[in-house]
């Protein structure tokens, strides 16, 4: 299984960026995508998933910002980033829990960070 992500990259404050992480792979069944992050210095933090059936879940510090979203079709999430404030500044990694044709049981996949910078 492969998670290929693409966009992140520099902005200023106010703007907005979008994220978008393809899965491939023999994949058997997709039970959420999401999207978490990490700030030098400080801990990875969930910054929001999507279930398959298209339920969300944000930090309390992206809610009215940051909206994800989900193609099925495409095993593919995206997580549009607005009002980016320079605290947003992080790696950003794609996860998904997903079951393979090969596994009995789900399993977390990672795909590589990307960098979101936001200065002022």
């Known amino acids: 299984v492969q998670l290929v992500k693409s966009g992140g990259g520099l902005v200023q404050l106010g703007g907005s960026l979008r994220l978008s992480c393809a899965a491939s792979?023999?994949?058997?069944?997709?039970?959420?995508m999401g999207w978490y992050r990490q700030a030098p210095g400080k801990q990875r933090e969930l910054v929001a998933v999507?279930?398959?059936?298209?339920?969300?879940n944000y930090a309390d510090s992206v809610k009215g910002r940051f909206t994800i979203s989900r193609d099925n079709a495409k095993n593919t999430v995206y997580l549009q980033m607005s009002s980016l404030k320079p605290e947003d500044t992080a790696v950003y990694f794609c996860?998904?829990?997903?079951?393979?044709?090969?596994?009995?049981?789900?399993?977390?996949?990672w795909g590589q960070g990307t960098q979101v910078t936001v200065s002022s």
């Open positions: 792979g023999s994949i058997l069944y997709i039970y959420r």
């Open positions: 999507i279930t398959l059936s298209g339920s969300s």
């Open positions: 996860n998904a829990r997903l079951r393979e044709i090969r596994h009995d049981v789900p399993m977390d996949y």
